[in-house]
Antibody, heavy 122, light 110 residues
Framework: DVQLVESGGGLVKPGGSLRLSCAAS????????MSWVRQAPGTGLEWVGR??????????DYAAPVKGRFTISRDDSKNTLYLQMDSLKIEDTAVYFC?????????????WGQGTTVTVSS | QAVVTQEPSLTVSPGGTVTLTCGSS?????????PYWFQQKPGQAPRTLIY???YKHSWTPARFSGSLLGGKAALTLSGAQPEDEAEYYC??????????FGGGTKMTVL
């Protein structure tokens, strides 16, 4: 079965850092483009960023609110996607979902993880 | 950044038909926006229902269909079931810009 499992969420103070991980299984991770989506409490979904496969140069792009503070990376040898979050703000509090981008799509997702909760609070 | 609009809430009777729409502040939604539709139930991760306007995944119930309607993307549910009660989100892609989710439609089956 195709599966994405996030981990690494927790409570962090404003200005702090956190790294989320997403372990992928059931598909050839190295071929996949991946993305992160977040959902603040009681609100809708927000696209965070995307990383392409190494074959497509492994480039990442980000939503404006996180650009320059968040970094998406991947370790294909470990079938794992990462989200490094620095200079965290209260408004970054959310459930963070790891997603697989559907083959051939630029941004659309087909598989979602269960999410990991990040709380930024003093 | 574009704003993607959805009905905040809709109600459908069991067995009934309902259409949710997804509009864009930049103008008419076309197939070039590659509309996606997602279903999210309370406490769960979203699940992808429709991709590229009208295509279904293997897990998408046959009663869901996607289309373009009146300059918007549309998700139609025909023969609503109690288990279809959920929040529904659309996603539009914009050439040269970042993708944008709609605000979601809370659908009640009552």
């Amino acid at each position: 079965d195709v599966q994405l499992v996030e981990s690494g969420g927790g409570l962090v103070k404003p200005g702090g850092s956190l790294r989320l991980s997403c372990a992928a299984s059931g598909f050839t991770f190295s071929y996949a483009w991946m993305s992160w989506v977040r959902q603040a409490p009681g609100t809708g979904l927000e696209w965070v960023g995307r990383i392409k496969s190494k074959a497509d140069y492994g480039t990442a792009d980000y939503a404006a609110p996180v650009k320059g503070r968040f970094t998406i990376s991947r370790d294909d040898s470990k079938n794992t996607l990462y989200l490094q979050m620095d200079s965290l703000k209260i408004e970054d509090t959310a459930v963070y979902f790891c997603t697989r981008i559907y083959s051939g799509s630029q941004y659309g997702m087909d598989v979602w993880g269960q999410g990991t909760t990040v709380t930024v609070s003093s | 950044q574009a704003v993607v609009t959805q009905e905040p809430s809709l109600t459908v009777s069991p067995g009934g038909t309902v259409t949710l729409t997804c509009g864009s502040s930049t103008g008419a939604v076309t197939s070039g926006h590659y509309p996606y539709w997602f279903q999210q139930k309370p406490g769960q991760a979203p699940r992808t229902l429709i991709y590229d306007t009208k295509y279904k995944h293997s897990w998408t119930p046959a009663r869901f269909s996607g289309s373009l309607l009146g300059g918007k993307a549309a998700l139609t549910l025909s023969g609503a079931q109690p288990e279809d009660e959920a929040e529904y989100y659309c996603l539009l892609s914009y050439s040269g810009d970042r993708p944008v989710f709609g605000g979601g439609t809370k659908m009640t089956v009552l």
